[in-house]
């Protein structure tokens, strides 16, 4: 089989694509490694960008998000039991985001390209890449015994941080940066109110809390945890404790439990593959980069690789202009860098650091007291918040 690109991952990343690319008359093949309803089972981000939103409506995927997807001009930050509120509108000069779940967002994707009848094969295995550096690359999988070859103009590898892409570069090329923190992130649905309508980060002495939402009827809470801790070390009622002590006062009185419908820790990370492009691959979203959760950039990040990629592709195929294509690496890691430090600053912010010193402490606190007592600084966590241009 042949088609013009072929997309290695059917998350976020590699359906987005195949939709925008399908809708400029752009041939590609989705191989995702597992099944959709295994897909659509993970509970992963929950704030858009508006420009991830745009790309969105652009791939005809954003009725159910608009309909149904919140917009959020602000959210707060609670630490020493008081909560202060970041105006995202004001400081980011009328913008703000769109609170609407990773899980809706990739079936409205698998939707999307079922009614085209865009390819997209579940179950592959081992996928894997060939001939990258010629012009004439190929991918095959196995299905069952067969072994099946995809050949193909061009290979996206977007197939997240454990995928086959990223480890298809050779290693002397191949530069990766990586900090790993010494905690990790519980996370709980439950079909409850949520405590408060827009999002609330807690820093706290005992360790943060996010309070977050995917609707008025479903809330996702976290906490920070040491990375040695279990799933059974936490069962529901230990977890709501732990949330309400680390929330103002206030907050914790009004916080309705319930059974967790999900319950999952993810350990924190931020990494950076270099370059993002060898030969006829190039690695989008996961992939490529990941960051710890706090500053809500990973989907966000994935997006503008995305948007980065498309406009190349069809440059090249429309227009024959390669420029896109030979800049890709550099500025989708020009973004995806800034997405690192952003995430690195709130994510040492808010976070209780076990080897902190009293001096680091106070250094946080200053952090803290500087962000609300300056217009700019508020400015800068707004503008990077809401996402900083494409
Ligand atoms: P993925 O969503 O990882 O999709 C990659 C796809 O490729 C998967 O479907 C996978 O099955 C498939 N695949 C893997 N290997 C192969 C292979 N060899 N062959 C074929 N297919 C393959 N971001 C936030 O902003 N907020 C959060 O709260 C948040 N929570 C997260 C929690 C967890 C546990 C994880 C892992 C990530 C979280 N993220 C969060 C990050 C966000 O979910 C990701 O940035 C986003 O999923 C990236 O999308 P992607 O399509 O690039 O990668
Ligand atoms: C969510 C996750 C985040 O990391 C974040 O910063 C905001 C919201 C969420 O899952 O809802």
């Known amino acids: 089989m042949k088609v013009q690109v072929c997309i290695i991952g059917g998350g976020p990343s590699g359906l987005l694509l195949s939709q925008l690319l399908h809708l400029q008359g752009i041939d ?10 295994y897909v659509l089972s993970r509970i992963r981000a929950g704030v858009l960008e ?9 791939a005809q995927c954003g009725e159910r998000m608009d309909r ?4 959020h001009e602000g959210f707060y930050i609670a630490h020493d039991d008081v909560m202060d509120r970041v105006d995202l509108n004001k400081y980011s000069g009328g913008s703000s985001v769109v609170v609407y779940g990773q899980t809706e967002l990739t079936r409205d994707l698998y939707e999307a390209r079922d009614k085209m009848k865009g390819n997209v094969v579940h179950n592959v295995a081992d996928a894997a890449p060939h001939d990258l550096k010629s012009d004439a690359p190929y991918v095959t999988y196995r299905d069952g015994d067969r072994l099946v070859r995809i050949d193909c103009d061009y290979v996206i590898g977007a197939d997240g941080f454990h995928g086959v892409s ?3 570069i050779p290693k002397d090329v191949l530069r990766e940066y990586e900090r790993l923190y010494p905690f990790g992130w ?8 949520p405590v408060s309508p827009e999002l609330i980060y807690s820093k706290h002495e005992r360790g943060f809390a996010l309070c977050s939402l995917r609707s008025q009827t479903l809330s996702r809470y976290y906490i920070q945890v040491p990375l040695t801790d279990k799933l059974e070390d936490w069962p529901d009622d230990a977890f709501w404790a732990e949330l309400k002590r680390r929330l103002p006062q206030d907050v914790a009185a009004k916080l309705v439990t319930g059974p ?5 820790i993810a350990p924190l990370r931020s990494f950076v593959a270099e370059p993002m492009r060898y030969g006829r691959l190039f690695l989008a979203g996961d992939a490529a980069h990941i960051v710890p959760p706090t500053g809500a950039r990973g989907l966000n990040s994935a997006a503008s690789d995305i948007y980065y990629l498309y406009h190349a592709m069809v440059d090249h195929y429309k227009k024959g202009d390669d420029s896109g294509l030979e800049a890709y690496s550099q500025k989708a890691l020009a973004r995806v860098w800034k997405a690192q430090r952003f ?10 650091f076990p080897n902190n010193t009293p001096y680091d402490d106070k250094l946080q606190e200053t952090e803290l007291q500087y962000l609300f007592s300056s217009e700019k600084a508020l400015g800068s966590l707004a503008e990077n918040y809401v996402g900083l241009p494409f």
């Not at 590609?28 to 309803?37: A, F, N, P, Q, Y």
């Not at 519980?186 to 109110?193: A, M, Q, W, Y």
């Not at 967790?260 to 999952?264: L, P, T, V, Y």
């Open 343 to 352: 995430s690195w600053w709130m994510t040492t912010l808010l976070h209780r």
């Open 260 to 264: 967790s419908i999900e319950k999952s």
């Open 186 to 193: 519980l996370g709980v649905l439950s079909r409850t109110k």
């Open 166 to 168: 990223r480890t298809s």
């Open 28 to 37: 590609t093949i989705v191989l995702e490694k597992h099944s959709r309803d």
């Open 68 to 71: 149904e997807g919140e917009i």
């Open 50 to 58: 508006h420009g991830f939103a745009a790309l969105m409506r652009e």
